[in-house]
């Protein structure tokens, strides 16, 4: 149980593009998802957080406007990096937490990831 | 504000030593959660434990073990008979409840360890 599917797994785009991440919840309800990048060698840092139905919250520095979040069902919140450029490219996970997520890793289940690689 | 202070960036072991991961965190909730995860190469990050605040009995879980010391706030990790399959970067991590009532969780940088053959 607490599977949560994340796809693309890899995404290559050019300059100016949109991409769009999207994080499924498999088999719970996620009331909440949090978003992360990770650049090489370095640690996960939150970009924004979002609770199903609501606006999200973004974290200082991170642009709402680029990185754009939808969680408009309490299965599905995804991503969209608008008008990317090769500073954007990144590993970007995703995390959901439910009321009732089951398994050991109760209330945080991360995504296997997407890398983005804007050229 | 919420810290998580891992100390030692990379280490590297003789396969079947034992190692051991410090994590040193900050934090002004009473309640929280700590929590350590593997990820590997490939990319994906894969839970090993998840700690109440207020549980701080040590465990072990086949070679993993645990060791919470709410006095230092501590939550250090270790690994007996290391493998080369152990290899890879771990991350130490705390949950708390912010201002805006959700929990938010902060990541320590990470520790990359290497076990060679």
């Known amino acids: 149980g607490a599977v949560v599917s994340q796809h693309p797994s890899r995404v290559i785009c050019k300059s100016g593009t949109s991409v769009k991440i999207e994080c499924r919840s498999l088999?719970?309800?996620?009331?909440?998802m949090f978003w992360y990048r990770q650049f090489p060698k370095q640690s996960l840092m939150l970009m924004a957080t979002s609770n199903e139905g609501s606006k999200a919250t973004y974290e200082q520095g991170v642009e709402k406007d680029k990185f754009l979040i939808n969680h408009a069902s309490l299965t599905l919140s995804t991503l969209t990096v608008t008008s990317a450029h090769p500073e954007d490219s990144s590993f970007y996970i995703c995390?959901?937490?439910?009321?009732?997520?089951?398994?050991?890793?109760?209330?945080?289940?991360f995504g296997s990831g997407t890398r983005l690689t804007v050229v | 504000a919420q810290k998580v202070t891992q100390a030692q960036t990379e280490i590297s072991v003789v396969e079947k030593e034992d190692v051991t991961l410090d994590c040193v965190y900050e934090?002004?909730?009473?309640?929280?959660?700590l929590f350590w995860y593997k990820q590997p190469p490939s990319g994906e990050l894969v839970f090993l434990i998840r700690?109440?605040?207020?549980?701080?009995q040590n465990e072990i879980s086949g070679r993993y073990s645990w060791n919470f010391q709410k006095s230092t706030s501590s939550f250090n990790f270790t690994i007996t008979a290391s493998q080369v399959v152990d290899s890879a970067v771990y991350f130490c991590a705390l949950s708390g409840r912010v201002s805006t009532g959700y929990q938010k969780v902060t990541f320590g940088i990470g520790t990359k360890l290497q076990v060679i053959p």
């Open positions: 995390s959901a937490r439910g009321q009732r997520t089951q398994g050991a890793n109760y209330g945080y289940t």
């Open positions: 700690r109440n605040s207020f549980d701080e």
């Open positions: 088999d719970f309800q996620a009331t909440t």
């Open positions: 934090t002004r909730d009473t309640t929280y959660y």
